[in-house]
């Protein structure tokens, strides 16, 4: 089997996993949901809303006690199902999660993981291409479901072979924007100036499908903005850990790439920080974690929603790599509200452009809102209201 190349044989290895447990040691950064992890999963996406670090605050809120953002999730699980195609280049694609409770601080995890979809594409870039799609199951230390996600991976054929040759020409490397510094004072004013809901109640009966969520800045992305998200989530584990633990890695699941400057096997997770190998991946220089730019999406969402909301879904879908230089306007608008017996939802479409007002991301959202009706949104939620 080709290493780095979309096969037959090695598709039908993949499949023959579709529904199986697999292993997740290398996908799981925490857990138990601590207070340093929720602070530093906040401190990692750029988020200070007291629910997740003030115990006086949120001690005094609807749940009584610090919780955390809902994607730090990521970091018990990173969602991330791409089994088999060893050295076949993966780009996270997007995911779909669904929460029943909130994540409270002390919570403790179990997760249960399989592929459940498996589909070829073709396209300009790649003739053959795989997107794979595998469920996480999030189990609580009391036994409940708590939250699931579905993940998808694309799983593309690297630029280089597996001896560093050249198979195509890579993408031309992207400048990073240059900004004036009228430019750079007018986004600090408006990374500084996010709208919070904080501890007043937003009431389903309040809000009216076409209203707008108040929109949230991240940018201009910098490497340190990307190392800020792998201290939260990943570390080096996710990318094959280092020294020996990281030669054990890649030798049990041949998952690298080839250093062009020192010739050794490097981790491919490399282009999020270096653009030579950004550049390599298809990325066009430096790039964002998919996951990172989905959960700013919901740092929007819960500025809005306030103390009182509940997430309870967030689907998005991953278009376009977040450059370095880059920055992102996360926009949100209601599009529907409806009941399912005591649990008012409100249905949110989400999208990230970037500064050239190209489509980064986007999908939609489901929060539970309290009401005047019947009060309190009613936590855990009923398995049955993701139906």
Partial sequence: MAWGEITDEGLAEAASLMGQPLRRTRMQWIETATRDAIRHFAWGIGDDNPLWADRDYAGASPLGGITAPPCILYAIDSTIVAPKLPGVQWIYAGTDFTWFEPIREGDTFTVEAKLTKQQEKSGRRFARWVMQTGEVVYRNQHGRVAATALGHCAR?????????????????????????????????????????????????????????????????????????WYSATQGALHYGGAHGDAIRYRRRHADYHINPKTGAKDAAGRGHLEASTGRDVGMGGVYDVGPQRIAWAQHMLC??????????????????????????????????????GDVRLVEIAVEAKCQRDIHSAGGTAVVALPSRETGPVPLPLPLSVAD
């Fill in 156 to 228: 593309t054929p690297r630029l280089t072979h597996n001896d560093g040759a050249k198979k195509r020409e890579p993408l031309p490397e992207a400048e990073p924007q240059r900004y004036t510094a009228q430019e750079l004072d007018l986004l600090e004013r408006e990374t500084l100036d996010e709208q919070r809901r904080g501890s007043e109640p937003l009431y389903w009966e309040d809000v009216a499908v076409g209203d707008e969520v108040p929109t949230v800045v991240k940018g201009p992305l910098s490497v340190i903005d990307i190392l800020a």
């Fill in 303 to 340: 500025n809005w929603m306030g103390d009182h909301g509940f997430l309870h879904e967030l689907n998005v879908s991953v278009r376009r790599p977040n450059l370095e230089g880059d920055t992102i306007r996360w926009h949100g608008k209601i599009t529907d509200k409806r009941t399912v």
